[in-house]
């Protein structure tokens, strides 16, 4: 009877965290404010392989804190090259006459061919503030100083407080793209910018998740392609964000929200810390 019952005990998870807290992680995220008053804004660019779902998380984000479908950051259903050609800011709307102190851009999806997707330096120019909103991403070469769009003086604000490499757990090995990731987070790395991974299609990933996204942390699929992208890229475990971004979903689910604030509330803690150092 004992071994009978052990085949239904409940999964250990392999991360403790508040997933029912949606509500405690929301209010901390709108109540946040710079305390520097040099800085408009923190920072978040977001990199990594097309397709993983960077505007997607983009558009997550505002849903959740606008309350309704937004579509500020164009992504694409169908997948291939990358959909972002642009650098964009993003700005979140807070109210009517004002906007959250945090600000994302994204930039051209990385491929595995060297002369396809964004370069790295150009992603690296980014993050320094060289470049200015409106650059159109050329996978043959990086901007030139002499360009229209390349920022010669950036200020703080144009620099980049928080890296996130966005990664599908479908799709979580990062073998092919690894070299340009690592240049990326080389050149982060020496400037001090602080680094998080956002683990995207986690339903895809797992049939378990899939049915019940509540079991992300007992999912042994999730785990395993949370340790490789550790592994491949280098982010510590604790760094890395399982989420699921809106896609179908007309109606806002608690448990998915839970998730993208969870990785926001971070990110904007590591940014926070960073501005406070420099």
Not at 1 to 15: D, E, I, Q, V
Not at 217 to 244: D, H
């Amino acid at each position: 009877m004992k071994a009978f019952k052990s085949l239904f005990k409940p999964a250990t998870p392999w991360r403790i965290v508040q997933t029912d807290d949606k509500d405690s992680y929301l209010d901390s995220i709108k109540k946040f404010q710079l305390t520097k008053d040099e800085v408009q804004h923190i920072r978040i660019m977001l990199y990594g392989p097309t397709g993983s779902g960077k505007s997607s998380f983009i558009n997550s984000v505002e849903r959740i804190l606008r309350d309704r479908v937004t579509s500020q950051a164009l992504s694409d259903s169908i997948g291939g090259s990358s959909f972002t050609k642009k650098y964009r800011t993003h700005p979140i709307k807070k109210d009517s006459s004002s906007y959250y102190p945090f600000v994302f851009t994204d930039v051209m999806g990385l491929e595995k061919e060297r002369k396809k997707g964004a370069c790295p330096e150009d992603i690296a120019l980014a993050f320094k503030g060289h470049v200015k909103d409106g650059y159109t991403f050329n996978p043959q070469t990086s901007i030139s100083p002499t360009d229209p769009f390349y920022n010669s003086s950036p200020t703080m604000n144009d620099k980049t407080h928080v890296l996130v490499c966005v990664v599908s757990a479908s799709t979580a090995n990062c073998t092919e793209h690894l070299e340009k990731i690592r240049d990326v987070r080389l050149e982060a790395s020496d400037l001090g910018i602080p680094q998080v991974a956002v683990l995207t299609k986690i339903d895809e990933a797992c049939p378990e998740v899939h049915l019940n996204i509540k079991k992300v942390f007992t999912s042994n699929i999730i785990k395993k392609r949370t340790e490789e992208v550790s592994a491949y890229v280098g982010i510590p475990m604790q760094s890395i964000f399982p989420v699921k971004n809106y896609h179908s979903e007309f109606i806002r689910n608690k448990d998915m929200d839970t998730l993208i604030l969870m990785a926001l509330k971070q990110i904007i803690d590591f940014g926070e810390d960073f501005l406070d150092q420099n």
